[in-house]
């Protein structure tokens, strides 16, 4: 994609879920009797999980989740001030030392001192609170269209059959603006949505770019290695909000918000838009680790793309969220990836050259590799794993 040639937009067919109720209507009407939570929430429980326990598990789907305070299990910390314009040389590779760290070890930090001014978050923030509030019916004026993704609804849901998440969600497309379909914005209500939205996705872009770019240069990569990672993982950019119900203190612990999941894109960059009831869980070592967010802070974790394209050097972590039994929970996930005119995914030629490495991954087209993940349920890795079918031919990223 060469620099100012409007963007194609993406197709709107990009595999749409199945009709599901809607979780904060079905929670609203909930009554805390257990014979009746059973009935109700039946394609939502979900035996096999642990959420809370601390004891050990050797069963991978009910890995044991972390409950105590040790530091050892809290996710690194990125000063994007210090990593970007601190006036000390030193202080910038320490940065950069701990962000490469972070990419390698854990796939997950904490960016804070990034520079998203606090007025343009909370519009945000308080935006995306005033239209989950809004009573169901004004919500389905922006609802998903037959057969897409974007829209307010639900998302991965391929049978009758598959375990449900409780929580509802409302994505978007948001840049570049060739991409928006305006017509599942709202307009009206809240008014300011829009104009929320545009502040806040440029503020995210520039953050995820600036973060990416360092991230190139931990590698060594060339200039124009650079540019074509960044051109691959940061030149689109989507908004998954997500609204999380409370739910019955008998059955919370039997449920998921979301299911475990890597994220099919290149970076993501959250925003806990709630602060009563932290819920992202993280797959480190076998446990489930909660992470607290720091005030202010955005949470960013490597993507499949970013993986396949460091042929393995960066991680792509699994991670859940929970719910809780006393407070509703809001988040808003920034995902940054190519644009759908972009050619294929594949591991950077340049990742091959250093000691003679043979690539881990396949090479697919973006639009295939969107439409394989929006047409899949939430399962771990399973959608990454087509990158590394080794039946399949590999061929690295050279000259695109």
Same mark, same amino acid.
């Given at each position: 994609?060469?620099?100012?040639?409007?963007?194609?937009?993406?197709?709107?067919?990009?595999?749409?879920?199945?009709?599901?109720?809607?979780?904060?209507?079905?929670?609203?009407?909930?009554?805390?009797?257990?014979?009746?939570?059973?009935?109700?929430?039946?394609?939502?429980?979900?035996?096999?999980?642990?959420?809370?326990?601390?004891?050990?598990?050797?069963?991978?789907?009910?890995?044991?989740?972390?409950?105590?305070?040790?530091?050892?299990?809290?996710?690194?910390?990125?000063?994007?001030?210090?990593?970007?314009?601190?006036?000390?040389?030193?202080?910038?590779?320490?940065?950069?030392?701990?962000?490469?760290?972070?990419?390698?070890?854990?796939?997950?930090?904490?960016?804070?001192?990034?520079?998203?001014?606090?007025?343009?978050?909370?519009?945000?923030?308080?935006?995306?609170?005033?239209?989950?509030?809004?009573?169901?019916?004004?919500?389905?004026?922006?609802?998903?269209?037959?057969?897409?993704?974007?829209?307010?609804?639900?998302?991965?849901?391929?049978?009758?059959?598959?375990?449900?998440?409780?929580?509802?969600?409302?994505?978007?497309?948001?840049?570049?603006?060739?991409?928006?379909?305006?017509?599942?914005?709202?307009?009206?209500?809240?008014?300011?949505?829009?104009?929320?939205?545009?502040?806040?996705?440029?503020?995210?872009?520039?953050?995820? &770019?600036? %973060? =990416?770019? $360092?991230?190139?240069?931990?590698? /060594? !990569?060339?200039?124009?290695?650079?540019? #074509?990672?960044?051109?691959?993982?940061?030149?689109?950019?989507?908004?998954?909000?997500?609204?999380?119900?409370?739910?019955?203190?008998?059955?919370?612990?039997?449920?998921?918000?979301?299911?475990?999941?890597?994220?099919?894109?290149?970076? &993501?960059? %959250? =925003?806990? $838009?709630?602060?009563?009831?932290? /819920? !992202?869980?993280?797959?480190?070592?076998? #446990?489930?680790?909660?992470?607290?967010?720091?005030?202010?802070?955005?949470?960013?974790?490597?993507?499949?793309?970013?993986?396949?394209?460091?042929?393995?050097?960066?991680?792509?972590?699994?991670?859940?969220?929970?719910?809780?039994?006393?407070?509703?929970?809001?988040?808003?996930?920034?995902?940054?990836?190519?644009?759908?005119?972009?050619?294929?995914?594949?591991?950077?030629?340049?990742?091959?050259?250093?000691?003679?490495?043979?690539?881990?991954?396949?090479?697919?087209?973006?639009?295939?590799?969107?439409?394989?993940?929006?047409?899949?349920?939430?399962?771990?890795?399973?959608?990454?794993?087509?990158?590394?079918?080794?039946?399949?031919?590999?061929?690295?990223?050279?000259?695109?």
């Amino acid at each position: 994609m060469e620099d100012g040639v409007a963007a194609k937009a993406p197709p709107r067919n990009l595999g749409g879920s199945l009709p599901v109720p809607n979780v904060q209507d079905l929670a609203a009407r909930i009554i805390d009797d257990d014979d009746q939570l059973i009935t109700v929430l039946d394609r939502y429980l979900r035996p096999d999980v642990v959420v809370s326990s601390s004891s050990s598990s050797s069963v991978e789907d009910a890995a044991a989740a972390i409950t105590d305070d040790d530091s050892s299990w809290s996710v690194p910390v990125v000063d994007l001030g210090r990593l970007l314009l601190d006036p000390d040389e030193l202080v910038r590779k320490e940065e950069a030392g701990k962000l490469r760290s972070a990419c390698e070890d854990w796939g997950f930090f904490q960016v804070v001192n990034h520079g998203v001014p606090a007025k343009v978050m909370d519009a945000m923030k308080d935006d995306l609170n005033r239209f989950f509030k809004l009573p169901l019916q004004e919500k389905l004026a922006v609802a998903q269209e037959a057969g897409g993704v974007e829209g307010y609804g639900q998302a991965f849901v391929v049978s009758e059959e598959q375990r449900l998440d409780y929580s509802d969600m409302y994505f978007l497309f948001t840049q570049p603006p060739e991409y928006r379909n305006l017509n599942l914005w709202p307009s009206s209500n809240p008014s300011t949505f829009r104009d929320s939205m545009e502040r806040y996705s440029v503020e995210v872009q520039r953050v995820a &770019t600036d %973060l =990416l770019r $360092v991230m190139a240069k931990n590698l /060594g !990569l060339s200039s124009e290695a650079e540019k #074509r990672l960044l051109t691959r993982v940061a030149a689109a950019q989507s908004m998954r909000m997500n609204y999380y119900p409370a739910c019955p203190e008998s059955h919370a612990d039997k449920v998921l918000g979301l299911s475990p999941h890597s994220d099919a894109v290149g970076l &993501t960059l %959250l =925003l806990q $838009v709630t602060t009563t009831s932290p /819920g !992202l869980q993280i797959r480190r070592q076998g #446990r489930w680790v909660p992470v607290a967010p720091l005030p202010g802070a955005l949470i960013a974790n490597v993507g499949d793309v970013v993986e396949v394209l460091t042929n393995g050097k960066y991680k792509s972590v699994e991670h859940r969220a929970v719910v809780s039994a006393s407070h509703e929970r809001v988040s808003m996930a920034a995902f940054h990836t190519a644009r759908f005119d972009d050619d294929a995914y594949g591991p950077l030629q340049e990742m091959m050259l250093d000691g003679g490495e043979q690539p881990r991954y396949r090479t697919m087209s973006v639009e295939d590799y969107v439409k394989l993940v929006f047409s899949s349920k939430l399962d771990g890795k399973k959608h990454h794993g087509r990158h590394e079918d080794q039946s399949l031919p590999l061929t690295p990223l050279i000259n695109h």
